[in-house]
């Protein structure tokens, strides 16, 4: 069958319409190439001829057109014609492929079955090839297992006898190596004990350790008891290395005994009856351990093994009974602690704990300055004899706390003195701020400085914070370290109520921050009216501006060292106590000293330029016939900003990110007064409106400049300053620029303006426009105006919210 049947099949067939979805179509298309635009369902044929003969005059070459269809009608015949053969030539070759590929499969299946054969085959044989082998290997495992045994029981057998003869003549030393052999052959035998002989030579073995272990006990307490056995100290060494083979609790039994004789004397020397019992005497018990344990050491060092640490065991016993010891008799006469007895002891005890660290341990310790806590000016540690006290490592030590625990439940004494030491100081730094004002220098140089700086006491006070929070570390981790903080809270929150609002000015009334708590801590500065002074007062002076900054810097310095302190604190502390511990409302009140301290500094400077801003209003704005240069109330604004800002700026270099901050609250408080000042030029021409708006443009850049303004170093400003300053004085230029704009009788046009310049007004400023124009309205007149108003800021409001 040719191809032109196959078409005329295809064509005397029902039709068939394939549709495809449109993601085939379009990769069909890419495929292809493209579609012709006959192929297009929107292809329109009239429109198709219309675009190829647009003119009469084009319709003589529809021959040559009809030709070129002809010619293309064919080449699409033949190309049909050409893909129909080649179908039917490749689905003729794929079927012989697929049976080619049968075929092979096939012939692989017969390979496989072959090749299993043969390996069975050979397995077969290597099985009957190796059989004997394995038979051979067999015996020759039995035969040694048998020869390994026989040999053992031939060494327990006669081991036996051998160690009864070596412990009967307390030949110690030839005892160990056979006791650790036998124990071994008795290790391999377990799995022998259904066998009567081997249990009861088991049996005879365990006998023998146990007349041992009773026999070197007595030993040693022949030797160590006055009686005259004649033991000599080298068959006790050697005895021990016997002990060291035989079951552990024996060598615990001897310890036991030994490290309690040791102590009896200690025991019976400082027993609660005794005077020196009292803590007043603490160092000679520790005194008395030292000396024992050179003793021993000279004179029983050789007898025990190095391992077995006993001098460290010794010292572990001491501290165990006398922590238990401290503890009763502190309990029984509690009356009798004191703050100074307390901090004796546990100064002593500390030493003593760190020598037996450095002793056992090794650990190198670095030195630390003692601090004065008590009433007395006395330092709560004493230095020991090169003046110095040791502090233990940061991953902490076995020893340190050993003995010390047993004074935590009576820290609350020790917290006491610290609050009483601070409670000194403080009266001392606020001595000062009180002499400073007056212009006279405390004893401590907490004196306020003139330039701005951190004052002296806050560093003075924060080291003694860091010194007694180590020191109370070292002592304890848990409930006392509360009680300190809620110390370090009470100090902090006088400090900031006695020291820092004592050194403002004299405008700034002190406030009560002694019986603040948290709950209440927010009413410290909620009220500006009881720290900003009436504007009947003079402008403060540069060394009370200076006193000023000082309190920003000092309150800053304290502000970070809290957040530190408060680390520190939970650091220290026990984990389940870290929660507890809270700051953050000493934070905020240093936080919001800063924000008072610059509320001052803004209203010194907003009272400089009052002056000026009332000079303003009283300028008759309406009789101005041409413009000129700025006028003089801005000269005296800028002159007042070139001679508060530099100074400023130099006190707060420390503290950048403040004077920024100082910097915005005076244009957020500047500028919408010099707008309501604005207002009040009135009645105003336009030529007015021109001066006052060149002013304002003038005053804009001083202002954009005020950051750097002085400064050698001229600095980009802040952008936030930029734009709070940028946003309000445009609106005063808006203002003005209204009141410049023509009404003409256009009045709704007038009020569209507004909206457009000033959508954010309100109808009260609407109204002060209007007066500075001088316009003349009635009342049917202004009600209509604040009705467009109202409707068009609503619009505005209501497209800003979408």
């Not at 179908?87 to 496989?112: F, K, N, T």
């Not at 005076?666 to 021409?685: D, E, G, M, T």
């Not at 009045?747 to 303006?753: D, K, N, R, S």
Request: aromatic content about 8%.
């Amino acid at each position: 069958m040719d191809s032109n049947e196959i078409l005329d099949d295809k064509d005397s067939g029902p039709e068939v319409q394939m549709n495809f979805p449109s993601s085939v179509m379009s990769r069909i298309e890419e495929l292809m190439g493209g579609t012709e635009q006959f192929d297009s369902d929107e292809f329109d044929a009239v429109a198709y001829i219309n675009r190829v003969f647009p003119t009469e005059q084009s319709l003589s070459g529809v021959e040559t057109a009809a030709a070129r269809c002809e010619f293309r009608l064919a080449s699409v015949q033949h190309d049909i014609q050409r893909l129909v053969r080649e179908q039917a030539a490749q689905r003729d070759a794929g079927q012989q492929a697929l049976l080619e590929a049968q075929r092979c499969i096939g012939e692989l299946s017969l390979q496989v079955t072959e090749i299993n054969k043969k390996a069975e085959r050979s397995e077969s044989m290597v099985r009957e090839i190796t059989a004997e082998i394995k038979q051979l290997d067999c015996a020759k495992w039995n035969l040694t297992a048998a020869i390994t045994a026989l040999n053992h029981l031939h060494m327990l057998t006669g081991g036996a006898a051998t160690l009864r003869g070596l412990a009967q003549r307390r030949q110690y030393k030839e005892l160990v190596l056979p006791l650790q052999a036998i124990m071994e052959v008795l290790q391999h035998f377990e799995s022998y004990k259904d066998i009567r002989e081997l249990n009861a030579l088991r049996d005879e073995v365990h006998t023998i350790r146990a007349q041992l272990a009773t026999q070197i006990l007595a030993d040693f307490k022949d030797a160590f008891t006055g009686s005259k056995s004649g033991v000599s100290q080298r068959t006790l060494a050697e005895a021990c290395g016997v002990v060291d083979a035989l079951d552990p609790k024996v060598k615990k039994e001897l310890l036991n005994w030994f490290i309690s004789m040791q102590l009896q004397e200690y025991q019976h020397l400082f027993s609660a009856e005794q005077e020196c019992a009292w803590l007043s005497h603490i160092e000679r018990r520790y005194a008395w351990l030292k000396k024992h344990l050179l003793s021993f050491e000279e004179s029983l060092g050789t007898v025990f093994p190095h391992p077995w640490l006993l001098s460290e065991m010794i010292a572990k016993q001491f501290c165990k009974i006398t922590r238990s010891e401290l503890t009763n008799i502190m309990s029984s006469r509690r009356n009798e602690v004191d703050v100074k007895l307390l901090l004796y002891a546990i100064q002593k005890t500390y030493n003593f704990e760190v020598l037996l660290h450095k002793r056992f341990v090794g650990t190198d310790f670095t030195g630390t300055e003692n601090i004065e806590t008590n009433s007395d000016k006395q330092p709560p540690f004493e230095d020991n004899k090169e003046g110095q006290t040791e502090e233990v490592p940061a991953n902490g030590s076995p020893w340190v706390g050993l003995i010390g625990g047993c004074f935590e439940p009576y820290l609350s004494l020790y917290i006491t003195s610290l609050d009483t030491s601070l409670r000194s100081l403080m009266d001392t730094f606020i001595q000062d701020a009180k002499s400073s004002d007056t212009g006279s220098t405390g004893s401590t140089g907490s004196t306020v400085n003139t330039s701005g700086a951190v004052i002296a006491s806050c560093a003075d006070l924060f080291l003694f914070y860091k010194k007694c929070l180590v020191q109370c570390a070292r002592l304890t981790t848990g409930e006392p370290m509360l009680e300190l903080a809620g110390v370090f809270q009470k100090y902090l929150r006088e400090y900031a109520g006695s020291v820092l609002q004592a050194a403002l000015p004299r405008a700034a009334p002190a406030l009560s921050l002694g019986a603040l708590g948290a709950a209440n801590m927010p009413s410290l500065v909620t009220n500006l009216h009881t720290l900003l002074r009436d504007e009947t007062t003079t402008r403060y002076t540069k060394q009370e501006i200076s006193k000023i900054t000082s309190v920003i810097t000092t309150s800053e310095y304290c502000l970070e060292t809290t957040v530190h302190l408060q680390q520190k604190l939970k650091e220290k502390v026990t984990a389940s106590l870290a929660d507890k511990i809270d700051l953050v409302p000493e934070q905020d009140l240093f936080h919001k000293m800063i924000s008072n301290c610059i509320q001052l500094l803004v209203q010194d400077l907003e009272l400089a330029c009052e002056p000026a801003l009332q000079a303003m209003t009283k300028i008759s704005w309406l009789h101005f016939d041409n413009v000129g240069d700025q006028s003089s109330y801005v000269t005296q604004i800028i002159m007042h900003l070139k001679n508060t800002i530099p100074n400023l700026r130099d006190n707060l270099s420390s503290s950048r990110k403040y004077f920024t901050q100082f910097c915005i609250r005076f244009a957020n408080s500047f500028i919408p007064k010099f707008i309501q000042n604005v207002y009040k030029c009135k009645p105003i021409s336009t030529v007015g409106s021109e001066q006052l708006l060149l002013d304002t443009h003038m005053l804009k850049t001083a202002l954009l400049e005020l950051p750097s303004l002085g400064s050698d170093v001229k600095r980009q400003a802040p952008a936030t300053y930029t734009k709070v300053v940028i946003k309000l004085m445009t609106k005063a230029e808006m203002i003005l620029k209204l009141v410049m704009a023509p009404l003409d009788g256009n009045l709704e046009g007038f009020v569209a303006q507004f909206v457009q310049l000033l959508p954010e007004s309100t109808l009260a400023e609407f109204h002060k426009v209007l007066d500075m124009k001088g316009a003349k309205l009635s009342k049917t007149q202004m009600s209509s105006l604040d009705t467009k108003f109202k409707d068009l800021t609503k619009s505005v409001n209501n497209e800003g919210n979408k």
